[in-house]
């Protein structure tokens, strides 16, 4: 079954607006967990590391004021668009690292159509 | 910059053909290889993972790994039209734990 919940799994917002997308570990508390975006006909592109109790680590050209993570708890961890403008309609994706050799379980996804 | 790579596709394989399935990586440190399907609209779904060169097999899906030819790869045998999907190579990144790279993709079309 799914070990990794998202929610809402679509959204549609107004430019200007935020938007918060949950993301859930539900067989095991993660430290960790990680963020990704897709375009369309385009592969995963990591945004950050989601870490518990720090800060979250973003990669190179990802805006940090413009997509807030918190990683509050063992089991959840959010992001959050703000100011969204039809730019940052993707595909947003959340996962965490397994227990073995550093695979990664994604969870369904989040659709963002901003209008 | 560190880099892997796929054939983009589509690859086109009749039903009950073998798909072959094509990943090279740069970082020579890599240690970890998986390879995710991703239907149309949904998220990755792990479907095979190999550390060791060489081969492994689980049901239908074979990987091969090469280490000093930085390759690795994904056989599915007797492909089945649920099998249509795109198909992610990613690598575990040597110096930065638990971070995944990932390949574009390539899509498989498997017909009847």
């Known amino acids: 079954g799914a070990v990794v919940s998202q929610h809402p799994s679509w959204v549609i917002c107004k430019s200007g607006t935020s938007v918060k997308i949950e993301c859930r570990s539900l067989d095991f508390q993660a430290t960790t967990m990680f963020w990704y975006r897709q375009f369309p006909k385009q592969s995963l592109m990591l945004m950050a590391t989601s870490n518990e109790g720090s800060k979250a680590t973003y990669e190179q050209g990802v805006e940090k004021d413009k997509f807030l993570i918190n990683h509050a708890s063992l089991t959840l961890s959010t992001l959050t668009v703000t100011s969204a403008h039809p730019e940052d309609s993707s595909f947003y994706i959340c996962?965490?690292?397994?227990?073995?050799?550093?695979?990664?379980?994604f969870g369904p996804g989040t659709r963002l159509t901003v209008t | 910059q560190k880099e892997v790579e796929q054939n983009s596709g589509p690859l086109s394989v009749p039903e009950g053909a073998i798909a072959s399935l094509n990943c090279t990586y740069s970082d020579r440190g890599s240690q970890s290889f998986f390879w995710y399907r991703q239907y149309s609209g949904k998220s990755p779904e792990l479907i095979m993972s190999?550390?060791?060169?060489g081969d492994k097999e689980d049901g239908r899906f074979t990987a091969q790994l090469n280490k000093a030819s930085q390759y690795v790869s994904l056989l599915i045998r007797d492909s089945q039209p649920s099998d249509s999907a795109t198909y992610l190579c990613?690598?575990?990144?040597?110096?930065?734990?638990?971070?995944?790279?990932f390949g574009a993709g390539t899509q498989v079309v498997v017909t009847p």
């Open positions: 990613a690598v575990n990144l040597a110096d930065s734990w638990g971070k995944l790279q």
């Open positions: 190999i550390y060791s060169n």
């Open positions: 996962s965490r690292s397994g227990l073995a050799g550093g695979e990664q379980y």
